[in-house]
């Protein structure tokens, strides 16, 4: 095992943040999913998104790569105020995701899923990918060692060839993971990477985020319920309920919030 | 031995011509997880337009010109054909379950059909691309009299093997064949990861397109351009279903083996089943294959974890 890395303080830090969502209102007909929710994500920090179900979580990640359009507010990325952004966009820009109920493709292997994370960085015509020589050959190369790179560092050596749709719902989720990491993200959203999971499973993945977040130096919004993992993981937690900001901060002052208690536990009325 | 390699060749080049309509479904399918039942009408719209401008093109300049001005033009309506179902159709359906998007289709099959017709009429056309229609014996050594071949047939067999020919390598080697195959698989997962779903589906209905222009053109040369064409499109259907939806060299193939597969049947059983059998052949053939290899015979296992 690798020695613990050590906490940084990105709490207290003032460094730029790398996304800000500011004022953001999101209705589905009557339905209000968000309601005036404002928060930022710094460079470099686990950011957790928690609350209880319905909150409108995943709604937030939706708005953030693109998916939903927000009809009030703005949400400003690496300094850019953004207008109505398509996902695709949103992923060239460096955000990369991976979803509640797993998305992968399932027809097929480990290997292509992870490859078709790096759709943007083939740069070749379509001419010479065709036939597979020279400049988009070495392409080739490059892009098949960044993936492989990315199976050893989530230890999927095994299934390499296996079309996911045979996998385990731990191990799909592990190659969604490596198919948003083959991207090379700047941002990193992950909706419920350990929902399901066994505590062995869910060590890994936590082990996976944490790699992720230190070595390869991601940004990451995480949402997730298993309130030790939210805990341990994150620099900063935002809390959401009934599509309002309830609670914004460290992990230990969230904890405390009353408000945030209360929305756990209930509150006698 | 004569008489049944002439039967066996005939089979085989009718085949090709199922083949071509059947790749266009493939490509669609493969890309979308559309069956896309416009295909008929597209063969159909794209004989039409090529057809009409060579009647215009050819009065004014020399064959050769008038040849390579019909084909760019006709490209280039397919290509609007595209744009416009990509935009007014598909976009506003994304994420929209396959039996939706295939209903879409139906529709998208009667609004070209009746274009076409409204814009260039709809009396039957010639098409005269200038292949030989010569036919010819070959192998007269070997046989008492030859086997009796059409030059037409035999290129559009050449046709047909340089068109798979090259579809295969777009689709096994590129970044965009990849693409494809992703956003048939999972529009959501597709788009997060930066494929840009309006410009596959636009290009994928282009490629069909063009498939149809083709198809159109060695169908046309044939039997003219008419209302009829689209019928063809059925037959191309038993052929997805033996060779598998997903399967580029299986459109192939079994376009081969349905064309094959007909020609015996009417030939030898024929005169004791009174005939006819050429008609529904395809279908029962198709059946039997559902029945005991339900993805076809290339076609991709599917997997479902439950």
């Known amino acids: ?269 | 031995m004569g008489f049944f390699l002439e039967v066996l060749i005939g089979g085989l080049l009718g085949g090709v011509l199922y083949a071509l309509v059947a790749l266009g479904f493939v490509l669609i399918f493969k890309a979308s997880g559309i069956l896309n039942f416009a295909q008929g009408a597209m063969v159909f719209a794209a004989g039409l337009g090529f057809a009409a401008a060579m009647e215009k093109t050819s009065a004014h300049m020399p064959f050769a010109l008038a040849l390579a001005t019909s084909l760019l033009l006709a490209t280039g309506m397919m290509l609007l054909t595209a744009w416009a179902i990509e935009r007014f159709v598909l976009r506003p359906l994304v994420n929209q379950n396959g039996l939706t998007l295939f209903m879409a289709t139906i529709g998208v099959a009667f609004m070209v059909e009746g274009l076409a017709q409204q814009i260039f009429g709809n009396n039957i056309r010639r098409i005269d691309v200038g292949l030989p229609k010569t036919s010819m014996f070959i192998l007269e050594s070997q046989f008492d009299g030859g086997i009796l071949v059409n030059a037409l047939d035999l290129w559009t067999a050449v046709i047909a093997a340089l068109l798979v020919v090259a579809l295969s390598l777009f689709f096994q080697n590129t970044r965009t064949g990849r693409a494809l195959r992703a956003v048939a698989d999972d529009h959501t997962a597709a788009q997060s990861v930066g494929i840009p779903l309006n410009w596959i589906w636009f290009i994928v209905w282009s490629i069909a397109g063009g498939v149809a222009l083709v198809a159109a053109i060695v169908w046309g040369s044939k039997i003219g351009v008419q209302f009829a064409l689209t019928f063809v499109a059925l037959k191309a259907l038993p052929v997805l279903i033996v060779g598998g939806l997903t399967s580029i060299p299986g459109a192939i193939v079994a376009g081969l083996l349905v064309g094959m597969g007909e020609k015996f049947a009417e030939v030898y059983l024929g005169p004791s089943l009174g005939g006819g059998i050429e008609q529904w052949f395809a279908y029962v053939l198709a059946l039997f294959v559902l029945l005991v290899r339900p993805q076809g015979l290339f076609g991709e296992r599917i997997i479902e974890r439950i």
């Open chain 1, 1 to 269: 095992m690798n020695a613990p890395i050590p906490r940084r303080d990105i709490a207290s830090s003032t460094s730029a943040p790398l996304l800000s969502v500011d004022n953001i209102s999101l209705a589905f007909g009557g339905v209000k999913a968000i309601t005036d929710v404002s928060f930022d994500i710094r460079k470099g920090e686990i950011r957790a998104i928690i609350g209880p179900n319905g909150a409108g979580k995943t709604s937030m990640l939706n708005c953030i790569n693109g998916f939903y359009h927000p009809q009030a507010g703005s949400i400003t990325y690496k300094g850019n105020k953004r207008e109505r952004m398509r996902p695709h966009v949103a992923a060239a820009q460096g955000i990369a995701r991976t979803f509640q109920n797993v998305a992968l493709f399932k027809g097929m292997s480990t290997l292509d899923n992870i490859l078709t994370g790096r759709s943007l960085k083939v740069r070749r015509g379509l001419l010479w990918q065709a036939i597979w020589f020279g400049p988009a050959l070495a392409e080739q190369i490059e892009n098949r060692i960044a993936v492989e790179r990315i199976i050893d560092f989530l230890e999927i050596e095994s299934i390499r060839k296996i079309p996911v749709g045979k996998l385990s719902y731990g191990l799909q989720k592990r190659v969604e993971l490596g198919r948003a990491l083959a991207m090379e993200p700047d941002l990193l959203l992950l909706d419920e990477p350990m929902a399901g999971m066994n505590t062995e499973e869910k060590e890994d993945m936590c082990r996976f985020i944490l790699d992720a977040n230190r070595r390869l130096g991601t940004t990451i919004a995480l949402i997730e319920h298993d309130m030790g993992v939210v805990m341990d993981l994150s620099d900063r937690v935002v809390v959401l309920e009934y599509g309002r900001k309830i609670a914004d901060g460290t992990p230990a002052e969230v904890k405390r919030n009353e408000k945030v208690i209360a929305a756990y536990l209930g509150v006698p009325h």
